[in-house]
């Protein structure tokens, strides 16, 4: 995999920057330094990834699941630009450049005057594209850097995800789909969509996946209005955990 640079950072929309404090409550009802390394640091038949523990034997409290196995586990920091961030494939319709601007300029002609509403449209921009399955996203208060591992779970048995694994994207699915058409997957911000800092953390077998999302608020309050990658302790995180599970 080549090394691209990034192109730049993405100017924060100012009516979203002084409503963030809004933000939050909607979970429930961008130079960045390169990090990638390359797919044959690990791969396996259709499955590669960065930063890898594979065959991994897990259990979660709090989910629906006594034991399940991780195919493959990939991680990575994520440097901020905005308080919107998702996970994608990298052949998703979403993933186009000026696809940010155009969702919120669109935002903007539907809120007309009442410019405080123009985060609302923009949320419900987000909550439409994902019952599309062509990305699931979720928001931050406050710009920073996290921590973000998918874990890519075996196809049996079915795991059924609890309701707050579900609810921390936006929208509140019952079951949130992502459609991955070319198996390449994306966590990243959504300013960057279409960009060609855009980079896949791990590439899976192609289809349709449910995606479960654990998120830990305290690790994630020690990483906010952080600007650097060299800034995040080596032991801390992740922040966001995200399992994936292939529909057979």
């Not at 429930?28 to 990834?49: I, V, Y």
């Not at 992502?178 to 960057?192: A, E, F, K, Q």
């Not at 479960?212 to 952080?226: A, C, P, W």
Request: hydrophobic fraction near 35%; proline fraction near 5%.
């Amino acid at each position: 995999m080549s090394v691209v640079g990034h192109a730049g950072k993405a100017e924060r929309p100012q009516p979203v920057a002084r409503l963030a404090g809004e933000v939050k409550k909607q979970r429930h009802g961008p130079d960045r330094e390169e990090r990638r390394t390359h797919p044959q640091d690990f791969a396996l038949p259709a499955l590669n990834a960065r930063r890898v523990i594979s065959g991994v034997r897990c259990s979660w409290v709090g989910m629906n699941m006594s034991s399940c196995e991780t195919l493959v586990q990939a991680t990575e920091l994520i440097v901020s630009e905005g308080c919107y961030f998702g996970i994608f494939d990298s052949a998703s319709p979403v993933n186009c450049p000026g696809k940010w601007c155009d969702e919120f300029q669109a935002a903007k002609r539907m809120a007309g005057e009442q410019e405080w509403s123009a985060l609302f449209h923009l949320n419900q921009s987000w909550i439409d594209l994902a019952g599309e399955g062509a990305l699931l996203s979720w928001i931050t208060l406050f710009d920073g850097v996290f921590k973000v591992e998918v874990r890519i779970l075996a196809e049996k048995p079915k795991i059924e995800f609890s309701e707050e694994d579900r609810e921390q994207f936006l929208g509140e699915a019952k079951e949130n789909l992502l459609y991955c058409p070319s198996g390449n997957i994306v966590v990243d911000c959504l300013t960057r969509l279409g960009s060609n800092s855009v980079c896949p953390l791990v590439t899976i077998t192609p289809g349709r996946y449910r995606v479960g999302f654990v998120r830990n608020d305290d690790e994630e309050r020690k990483h906010q209005f952080l600007e650097g990658e060299n800034l995040y302790p080596a032991n801390d995180g992740p922040d966001w955990i995200i399992h994936m599970q292939r529909e057979g």
